[in-house]
C-alpha cells in the first residue's frame, strides 16, 4: 500500500501578503503563525487546517464566471458554517465583495477576497 501523503495546506498568490492574511484573519479567526513581506502562514484553529500567502507581484485575479480571454480560476476555497446570513456579512465586513453571479439560489455564496480569489462559504448539506 502506497505511503499516505496528507494535504498539509493550501498556497494563494498576492502582491500583498501580509494585508490578505489580515483579511483571512479577521474572516476565519485564524491566527498567523509564520510571516514576513514575501509569506505568510495561518492554522486554524486545531491545527488541522493551513493556509498560507506568497508574494507575486504579478498576480491577476481569476474572472467569475470564467471567461476564455481572461484569467481563469484554478482552485477556489470552500468555507462549511451554520449561519450563511451572519457568515455572509462577516465576510463583507472583512473586505470580502460577494460576487454577482451566483450559480446556487440557498446554500451557498460565492466571494471574493480583496485581492480576487473565489471561495464558497456554505451550509453543511450543500
Request: glycine residues 8%; hydrophobic residues 40%.
Amino acid at each position: 500500500m502506497p505511503e499516505q501523503i496528507p494535504l498539509a495546506g493550501v498556497v494563494l498568490d498576492a502582491p500583498d501578503p501580509p494585508a490578505l492574511a489580515s483579511f483571512y484573519e479577521r474572516l476565519l479567526g485564524w491566527k498567523i503563525v509564520q510571516g514576513d513581506h514575501n509569506w505568510v502562514s495561518m492554522e486554524g484553529p486545531d491545527g488541522s487546517s493551513k493556509l498560507s500567502i506568497q508574494r507575486e507581484p504579478n498576480y491577476q485575479p481569476p474572472s467569475w464566471p470564467s471567461k476564455t480571454d481572461r484569467q481563469q480560476m484554478q482552485i477556489h476555497l470552500d468555507f462549511k458554517v451554520t449561519d450563511l446570513e451572519a457568515a455572509q456579512q462577516l465576510a463583507v465586513e472583512a473586505g470580502a465583495t460577494a460576487m454577482d453571479w451566483q450559480p446556487q439560489e440557498e446554500g451557498v455564496r460565492i466571494f471574493a477576497d480583496p485581492v480576487g480569489h473565489i471561495f464558497c462559504l456554505f451550509l453543511p448539506g450543500w
